[in-house]
């Protein structure tokens, strides 16, 4: 194993769901349980607030489910919360276990690589990132990884192969 590909593949341990994901989605027999089609997020920050209170982030999210678009918006604690209210307040009508499944840990790190050219952000503020979240229902838990340009797409990258990987298997289409 060659040293780059050790390092990416030290820095995605524990994402082991995603990346098992990534195999059954191809398997033809595969049918996904929903789709993200779009995702919108509204975050407003008031340094002037009570750390309690400091955030308002909304969200909304169109998700292709049973071959319906459905829309839906969540409020939460900042984006990744809002964007997994909202996206749970479809999918839990109709698979209701998602209810179960709770998000333990999430880790955010920037993907450098040492390969910073002149067009690149030398302080790493335009690098990939790669966002690794663990879930759990109780029973068991599972990591998941989102790796991307935008931090709020890596994250939704996270979340839902997250939430999928509770419903493998589940054929209620």
């Keep these: 194993m060659g040293r780059d590909l050790k390092e990416d593949f ?8 995603s990346f098992e994901l990534m195999s ?4 033809e027999d595969y049918l996904k349980p929903f789709r993200v089609l779009r995702c919108k997020i509204d975050d407003q920050v008031d340094f002037q607030a009570p750390e309690s209170v400091g955030s308002a982030t909304e969200a909304t999210v169109l998700i292709e489910i049973f071959g319906e678009e459905e829309l839906v918006a969540g409020s939460g ?18 698979y209701p276990q ?7 840990e999430f880790d955010v790190r920037l993907l450098h690589h040492g390969r910073a050219t002149s067009e690149d952000d030398e302080n790493g503020a335009a690098a990939l990132v790669r966002v690794l979240a663990i879930f759990s229902d109780g029973k068991e ?11 709020l797409r890596a994250s939704v990258e996270c979340i839902i192969d997250g939430l999928e990987w509770k419903l493998r298997g589940e054929h209620k289409h």
């Design 98 to 104: 998602l209810a179960e499944v709770r998000l333990d």
């Design 77 to 94: 604690q900042g984006p990744v919360h809002a964007v997994d209210n909202a996206m749970r307040k479809i999918l839990e009508k109709h």
């Design 141 to 151: 838990s599972w990591g998941t990884v989102g790796v991307a340009a935008d931090i």
């Design 10 to 17: 030290f820095r995605l341990d524990g994402a082991w769901a």
């Design 24 to 27: 059954i989605r191809k398997r």
